[in-house]
Nanobody, 114 residues
Framework: QVHIVESGGGLVQAGGSLRLSCVTS????????VGWYRQAPGKQRELISS??????YYRDSVKGRFTISKDNAKNTVYLQMNSLKPEDTAVYYC?????????WGQGTQVTVSS
């Protein structure tokens, strides 16, 4: 079992930055892959970034602006989001995989005003 608590969302102006955090109940060193998803109103949930052993993925729309990372000492997965745009507005979810089972965070709202 893995429990997840997300934080870091909020309201920010276009061009601003936010850092999302995903604190897990197990060491992130054993959680692979980890990823961040988002869901905008009326749209399907989409993968925006993932981190696995030896590989990192970013959706084209966030490449160069978002950075995913893990701090195993803090059991935390981060998503640093820079140069935010109004189209980044969504609920952001953290997902981790442990022993082939997926665990999701509760979501954190990110709103980017123009």
């Amino acid at each position: 079992q893995v429990h997840i608590v997300e934080s870091g969302g909020g309201l920010v102006q276009a061009g601003g930055s936010l850092r999302l955090s995903c604190v897990t109940s197990r060491s992130t060193s054993v959680l692979n892959p980890v990823g961040w998803y988002r869901q905008a109103p009326g749209k399907q949930r989409e993968l925006i970034s993932s981190l696995d052993i030896g590989s990192t993925y970013y959706r084209d729309s966030v490449k160069g602006r978002f950075t995913i990372s893990k701090d195993n000492a803090k059991n935390t997965v981060y998503l640093q989001m820079n140069s935010l745009k109004p189209e980044d507005t969504a609920v952001y979810y953290c997902k981790v995989v442990f022993l082939f089972k997926e665990y999701w965070g509760q979501g954190t709202q990110v709103t980017v005003s123009s």
